[in-house]
């Protein structure tokens, strides 16, 4: 043995306060190697124990709220590479933890979206961001395609160096779904909408101006004094049904 001696415990002040000390205790030799004499140091170290408390708690409550997010969330180390995934990530995803921190971030990610990650990586790594969010593709276990919102926020320490990035993703791919379908049935809408334009209101147009046509050549032989309104009644319908024309194309472009 070495002879030495450590303990921590607690005391009780007269005043009732609660101290923690830190006991040393060694031996002394003397020129023959023996001991002659013992030398100890009781420390308070109740403020070291309380910010290790703190620490702890603090670890706690981020584990709790890492685990429990309703959110996919994962820490990555300034390489880019996972150093730890909660349980909505992998269920996304499909994987468990341990796969993920063997496979890495870009192969779990649409090759083209690959690049503009990585850039707004870099960015927070070399500090010219702090955070960022963007919208990337995900392939799945089972090789589907996933959508997802994707927000980055960098941890510093007080030097300013990165410790790591906090990573969070939604999926939204049921959103982008209903997005979709949204501006085909408006795509389809507006070329319901062109159609009718030329076919019912284009050709109703038409027939009024060619009516109105008529009428002008009627009075220009008849009524010669009427022959300008109608040939202004002619020209407004012509006008008309040019523009009509114009709309429905732009609704429904053949």
Same mark, same amino acid.
């Given at each position: 043995?070495?002879?030495?001696?450590? %303990?921590?415990?607690?005391? +009780?002040?007269? /005043?009732?306060? #609660? @101290?923690? #000390?830190?006991?040393?205790?060694?031996?002394?030799?003397?020129?023959?190697?023996?001991?002659?004499?013992?030398?100890?140091?009781?420390? $308070?170290?109740?403020?070291?124990?309380?910010?290790?408390?703190?620490?702890?708690?603090?670890?706690?409550?981020? *584990?709790?709220?890492?685990?429990?997010?309703?959110?996919?969330?994962?820490?990555?180390?300034? $390489?880019?590479?996972?150093?730890?995934?909660?349980? +909505?990530?992998?269920?996304?995803?499909?994987?468990? %933890?341990?796969?993920?921190? *063997?496979?890495?971030?870009?192969?779990?990610?649409?090759?083209? /979206? +690959?690049?503009?990650?990585?850039?707004?990586?870099?960015?927070?790594?070399?500090?010219?961001? /702090?955070?960022?969010?963007?919208?990337?593709?995900?392939?799945? &276990?089972?090789?589907?395609?996933?959508?997802?919102?994707?927000?980055?926020?960098?941890?510093? $320490?007080?030097?300013?160096?990165? &410790?790591? #990035?906090?990573?969070?993703?939604?999926?939204?791919? $049921?959103?982008? =779904? !209903?997005?979709?379908?949204?501006?085909?049935?408006?795509?389809?809408? @507006? @070329? =319901?909408?062109?159609?009718? !334009?030329?076919?019912?209101?284009?050709?109703?147009?038409?027939?009024?101006?060619?009516?109105?046509?008529?009428?002008?050549?009627?009075?220009?032989?008849?009524?010669?004094?009427?022959?300008?309104?109608?040939?202004?009644?002619?020209?407004?319908?012509?006008?008309?049904?040019?523009?009509?024309?114009?709309?429905?194309?732009?609704?429904?472009? +053949?």
């Amino acid at each position: 043995t070495t002879g030495r001696y450590e %303990e921590i415990y607690r005391i +009780v002040r007269p /005043d009732g306060l #609660i @101290r923690w #000390i830190q006991d040393r205790a060694f031996p002394i030799l003397n020129e023959r190697g023996e001991i002659y004499r013992i030398a100890g140091i009781a420390e $308070d170290i109740t403020a070291w124990k309380a910010t290790e408390e703190s620490l702890r708690a603090s670890e706690e409550r981020f *584990r709790s709220l890492f685990e429990a997010a309703p959110v996919g969330i994962a820490l990555l180390g300034a $390489d880019g590479h996972y150093l730890r995934i909660n349980r +909505v990530y992998c269920e996304m995803l499909g994987y468990s %933890e341990v796969e993920l921190l *063997r496979l890495g971030t870009q192969r779990v990610t649409h090759p083209e /979206d +690959v690049a503009p990650g990585q850039q707004y990586y870099r960015e927070l790594v070399e500090g010219k961001r /702090d955070q960022y969010a963007h919208e990337k593709r995900l392939l799945t &276990r089972d090789s589907r395609l996933i959508h997802a919102l994707s927000a980055s926020s960098a941890v510093r $320490d007080r030097s300013g160096q990165l &410790r790591y #990035i906090v990573s969070m993703l939604l999926d939204i791919t $049921d959103r982008k =779904r !209903l997005q979709n379908e949204v501006l085909e049935i408006s795509s389809l809408e @507006r @070329r =319901r909408i062109g159609h009718d !334009l030329h076919d019912g209101l284009g050709q109703y147009l038409s027939g009024i101006a060619f009516k109105a046509k008529c009428l002008e050549e009627a009075l220009h032989a008849d009524a010669p004094a009427s022959e300008p309104a109608a040939t202004e009644l002619v020209r407004l319908l012509n006008n008309a049904v040019s523009q009509a024309r114009t709309v429905a194309r732009g609704l429904d472009p +053949v």
